[in-house]
């Protein structure tokens, strides 16, 4: 049981828009803390997406976005693509547990 | 280039121990605070343990605290993982990752992103 809560999966055709939560509590997102967004595609190492809530690192394409709101986070991607296909995670600081991830999204571009 | 890479993962039995390391390359090192992720085998990432800049302060997640040791040694731009008393929930792949880290004035330490990920290096807990 991850403390930050994302569904399991997503999917999407190419060009579709697609949404990935990332719900929290009052001991990481909302007490402020940034969330930061990283993809990982199978059987390679994570990537950092979106830091900061919603900065994208040099690279990243602007299709990918990020938001934050309360105790939730999410991240947007716009016209889909097959490389998007991918493990989305999402990150935060908690009070008591210092780093904590989410369990991770599976995007599927069908 | 900006660079982490692991070595040190293999084969070791439950209670035994091993020891994974990082080297790092392209930033200067000793301005980092350092940190160590893992990810077990079909399962989602889990912060393990992190050091400052100059090994003086640790943290690590309570799973693995009294039976885990992050250490550094700046002269040779690495960091390291003693794993003991191992058990099979601590098998996976290790990443070693460069942190964005803000410290209080009160001393509390702050984590943020993870901007920099080694390529990982398997552990595997045999029985």
């Known amino acids: 049981q991850s403390v930050l809560t994302q569904p399991p999966s997503v999917s999407g055709a190419p060009g579709q828009r697609v949404t990935i939560s990332c719900t929290g509590s009052?001991?990481?997102?909302?007490?402020?803390?940034?969330v930061h967004w990283y993809q990982q595609i199978p059987g390679t190492a994570p990537k950092l997406l979106i830091f900061r809530n919603s900065n994208r690192p040099s690279g990243v394409p602007d299709r990918f976005s990020g938001s934050k709101s309360g105790t939730s986070a999410s991240l947007v991607i716009t016209g889909l693509q097959a490389e998007d296909e991918a493990d989305y995670y999402c990150q935060s600081y908690d009070i008591s547990l210092r780093v904590v991830f989410g369990g991770g999204t599976r995007l599927t571009v069908l | 280039e900006v660079q982490l890479v692991e070595s040190g993962g293999g084969l070791v039995q439950r209670g035994g121990s091993l020891r994974v390391a990082c080297g790092a390359s392209g930033f200067t090192f000793t301005k980092y605070w350092m940190t160590w992720v893992r990810q077990a085998p079909g399962k989602g990432l889990q912060w393990v343990a992190s050091i400052n800049q100059d090994g003086s302060e640790e943290h690590y997640v309570d799973s693995v605290k009294g039976r885990f040791t992050i250490s550094r040694d700046n002269a040779g731009n690495s960091v390291f993982l003693q794993m003991n008393s191992v058990t099979a929930d601590d098998s996976g792949v290790y990443y070693c990752a460069r942190p964005s880290v803000a410290v209080a004035s009160s001393g509390l330490v702050f984590y943020h992103y993870m901007d920099v990920w080694g390529k990982g290096t398997t552990v595997t807990v045999s029985s």
């Open positions: 009052m001991s990481n997102i909302g007490t402020g803390y940034d």
